[in-house]
């Protein structure tokens, strides 16, 4: 018993854990706060992390649907190089989410 719990101990601390980082967007965010949160999105992927950005939308902002899938798309294919699409973008509530993992790194 101790030692197959010792074994399951290296094995889950050689497992690599899954890091997901969030990068919010509005519907109507501006060019300059687009193109900030882009680079970070870039570093979160250089350095191996998933990304998970979302377009939140406050009150009757919901009406601004396609101006959100605009921006989560229009992200996803100029961050193409640095990962690739996981979830195509998709509405949840007040949310909508689309998820970029990582390339892998050689």
């Known amino acids: 018993m101790y030692e197959q719990k010792k074994r399951e101990k290296v094995l889950k ?30 570093k979160f992927l250089q350095e191996g992390a998933k990304l998970k950005a979302f377009v939140f939308f406050k009150g009757r902002s919901i ?5 959100g899938q605009i921006l ?3 992200l996803a294919q100029e961050l193409e190089e640095y990962g690739k699409v996981e979830q195509l973008p998709r ?6 989410i689309m998820f970029i993992a990582p390339k892998k790194v050689k």
Not at 91 to 96: C, P, Q, V
């Open 13 to 42: 601390s050689k497992a690599s854990k899954v890091i997901v980082k969030e990068i919010r967007f509005g519907p109507q965010t501006d060019e300059h706060d687009y193109e900030f949160k882009k680079k970070h999105a870039i």
């Open 63 to 67: 009406i601004f649907k396609e101006q």
């Open 72 to 74: 989560l798309l229009k």
């Open 91 to 96: 509405l949840e509530g007040k949310r909508m």
